[in-house]
């Protein structure tokens, strides 16, 4: 048993991290939000910056501290069905229903739309789609170490290309850095914080960090300690090249604008800049890359939620539910782009506060003696806010009165809820009940969490 790892192993566990995170939001999302912030840009950014790739390494750290075997059973600490209910949510989430097929659609915009003629593009977008989930089907059928070795040549190769294309942009921007759209004209700092959400990382995060987890305790390190720095240390690594990029995009998508003009969303901008710095040839190149991480990516999501959904329903086959996932991948895949992420937005601004409260309470787990009455109250606090919040967002989204109900709730919220109008009405009320329902847990002398005790020093 060893506690430290070389600095080599670190690299190597963060650059999988990396690898695994790293998809097509990672491209899309920056580029946009630099488009929109125009001159807003560094506070918006470091907005961006705290929810996607804080809240990713705090997810990773929360898995590590939290000695769980999975996602399901940390969230189990709620209630067994609980932990059911809200993986399955956010493996759908991650997987079919909106990341899945967007790396389908992300792939068709970058690497796909330029070649196509005008007039054709939904022609174009479902021939494309198809092709793409019957590929990513037969690989998740059947399972190959192409798809690893593919992926282990490919996050190199998007690191250095994104590197070199975004060295061109700070030494000769493409344009000049314009006034923000009205959304970031305002506090864009806390309007970036909210377009992090978009990455899905840190639902993804708490998926991940079993994977970092078992990749360091293949390498020796088996106490909690050592397994929490070790996990510590190579998530920096991986945030750091995510920021890096993060950054770059942003910019790049900032000095766009007067040139390209305002897309709809950030999949354009990349493949556009390509070209102006290196014609046609930058184009393919990064378009096949572009395809390639996509593909890899779809593959790994369909694979996971297969996995995830027939230890569910064992009676169900493996291939079943691939080929399921698959079809309602290209289906969604066809709707388009913006219309993905624009439904995505309520489903995330209802999932990222329970994600992060279940974090908050592993991380606080110890204080208040691992009790289910905590971790309970905690969530349904939680989840009142941001079931709210969800529904909220989808009616101002797709502009639909508020429903009779809903307006009193808005409300009220409006009135009682710090933070609330910026998305964070939820984080007062969930530490304010922890710190109650943790001081009648530590007076009371009782637990009743349903967290199996580890031995001493291990998770």
Known sequence: MQNKLPFSKYFVIGVMLFALFFGAGNLIFPASLGQQAG?????????????GIGLPFLGI??????????????????????????????YLTIGP???????????YDIGIAPFVSEGYGQIGLFVFTLLFFIVTMWFSLNPAKIVDNVGKILSPAIIVLLLILLVMVFVKPIGAIEAPQEAYAHGAFMKGFMEGYNTMDALASLV??????????????????????????????AVLFLGLIYVGIAYLGATTTGT???????????GKAASFYFGSLGTVMLSIVILLACLTTS???VTACGEYFHTLFPKISYKKFVLFFSTICFVIANFGLS???NFSIPVLMFLYPLAVALMLLTFLSKIFRHSRLVYTAAIVVTFFISIIDGLKTFCDLFK???????????????????LYNQGLGWLLPVLITILITGFIVRIGNFSGAGVKKKSEGTI
């Open 400 to 418: 639909i009165n508020y429903f009779g109900w809903m307006k009193a709730v808005i409300a009220f919220y409006d009135r009682v809820l710090p």
């Open 260 to 270: 390209f003009g305002l897309f709809d969303n950030g999949g354009p901008v990349l």
């Open 208 to 237: 991940f960090g079993i994977i970092v987890i078992n990749a360091i305790r293949s390498m020796g390190v088996t106490s909690a300690r050592g397994i929490l720095v070790t996990s510590a240390k190579s998530g920096i690594v």
């Open 299 to 301: 593959i790994g999501l």
């Open 61 to 90: 750290l929360a898995m590590g501290v939290s000695g769980s075997k999975n996602l399901q059973e940390l969230a189990g600490r709620v209630h067994p069905l609980y932990g059911v209910i809200f993986t399955a949510l956010l």
């Open 97 to 107: 229903f909106f990341a899945a097929p967007r790396t389908g659609a992300v792939a």
């Open 39 to 51: 001159s807003n840009i560094w506070p918006a950014v470091a907005g961006f910056l705290v929810t």
């Open 339 to 341: 219309n993905i992420i």
